[in-house]
């Protein structure tokens, strides 16, 4: 489950809006804010696409626990996720170039479930 958001790493680009498929996220002002934060299903797509680190998920889907902000930041974590799947590699990195493929379709899947949301909440 989604565990913090950096405030001062966040550039406000809103790319975390867009890539979760739960719609956990709403723009904000300063940063976006966690609107629906228990519909988090910690499937990292906020993450990969937060270029500038600025997330955190709890690998354990039922647990919001994050360690203090100070500690991730001088802990390395922020951003592993990206950086050890090569998510952030050029587009012929090789073994990923599949993966990336799977990009217009994880847009359609954020599209359905926007949809369906809006459909449960009379939106």
Known sequence: MI???????????????????????????????????????TCYLCELACETDALWINPDAASSWAPPHRHLLESGQLGRIRLDSGWNE???????????LLGPLLNEGVEIAGRRYAQKHGG
Request: some cysteine.
């Open 90 to 100: 050029p587009a012929d990195a090789g073994q990923l170039d599949d993966y990336r």
């Open 3 to 41: 565990g913090a958001l950096i405030a001062e790493r966040c550039t406000n680009c809103n790319a975390c809006v867009k890539a979760c498929p739960a719609l956990v996220f709403d723009p904000g002002e300063q940063t976006p804010v966690l609107a629906r934060f228990a519909d988090c299903q």
